[in-house]
């Protein structure tokens, strides 16, 4: 009503508007600052999307706290925006809409392969890194197979793709393979020609997340009992960095029923003492 009592259509929808706003019931991130900060701070700085965020809560805390589809809401509705974002830039909703661009567009997430889960991995499938000695020197290529713990070392000159990729094509070709999971490293770009080469499947973990290829991480802090962060590699033989692949693949591991790798690997019991 306008103040000579006239009916206005206008009028009346605005304040249906503003009546309604008020006794909606508040989303759990207007309610819940410290979910809304962990959920912000996952989505802008780590990139994980709505559907990962929702998974990771809930097998933190054995329950679901958020749906990604609350989620996905509350990023179309400027929840998470910056006020000094200008009104043209669309705030994060464009970090949603915009596409990956750089050299990891063609990542296949882990785990979901819909092949493989993770209790079904047999001795064919093997986690990869590179072990770095002195900064812009050699370093070493490493291969963990994720059943066995078993392991391969190869050593390149310097840390390039090319090189990465050609070490562990010849450290695979001999052996068992199906499924290769390598850091996300810049290392490991030309990892279409593993596939080409093997034809194996190549897949990348979620970023920040090296549990999703721990066995190899474990690996990699063993043999690091050889040599320490910075040592240069260059003028290490070949014979040295067999010595410690055999080590380790010879050294008992609880996790396996004190078995060492290559017992399990080759399914031979070997007598050590």
């Known amino acids: 009503h306008t103040k000579e009592n006239i009916y206005s259509p206008n009028k009346a929808q605005e304040s249906y508007h503003i009546a309604k706003s008020h006794c909606r019931r508040k989303w759990i991130l207007e309610i819940d600052h410290n979910l809304s ?11 994980w999307s709505p559907e990962e965020i929702e998974g990771r809560l809930r097998l933190e805390y054995g329950k679901t706290f958020i749906g990604y589809q609350t989620i996905y809401r509350a990023i179309y509705r400027g929840h998470f925006d910056d006020n000094s974002l200008s009104h043209s830039a669309r ?47 050699a370093c070493l290529v490493t291969l963990t197979d994720r059943y066995s ?98 080590k380790l693949n010879n050294r008992p591991r609880k996790c396996l029923n004190w078995k060492t790798p290559y017992e399990v690997f080759y399914g031979k019991i070997v007598h050590l003492l």
Do not use: C
């Not at 900060?37 to 990139?47: A, D, E, R, S, T």
């Not at 464009?94 to 209790?119: A, C, H, W, Y």
């Not at 391969?152 to 393979?177: H, W």
């Open 37 to 47: 900060n962990i959920v912000k701070h996952l989505f802008l700085n780590y990139q």
């Open 91 to 137: 705030g994060v909703i464009r970090k949603v809409m915009l596409k990956t661009e750089g050299k990891f567009l063609f990542l296949i997430p882990f785990m979901k392969d819909p092949k493989k889960q993770t209790s079904e991995l047999g001795s064919s499938d093997w986690e990869a890194d590179t072990v770095a000695g002195k900064t812009g020197k």
């Open 149 to 246: 713990r078993f392991l391969k070392i190869k050593k390149v000159a310097v840390k390039k793709s090319k090189l990465v990729i050609e070490a562990m094509v010849q450290m695979l070709e001999p052996l068992p393979k199906e499924t290769v999971i390598p850091d996300r490293g810049k290392e490991f770009t030309n990892h279409q020609d593993l596939t080409n080469q093997l034809k194996v499947g190549v897949y990348f973990p979620d970023p920040h997340a090296p549990w999703q290829r721990g066995t190899n991480e474990n690996t990699n802090g063993l043999l690091r009992e050889y040599f320490p962060k910075g040592s240069d590699l260059t003028f290490i033989d070949e014979h040295t960095i067999q010595l410690w692949e055999d």
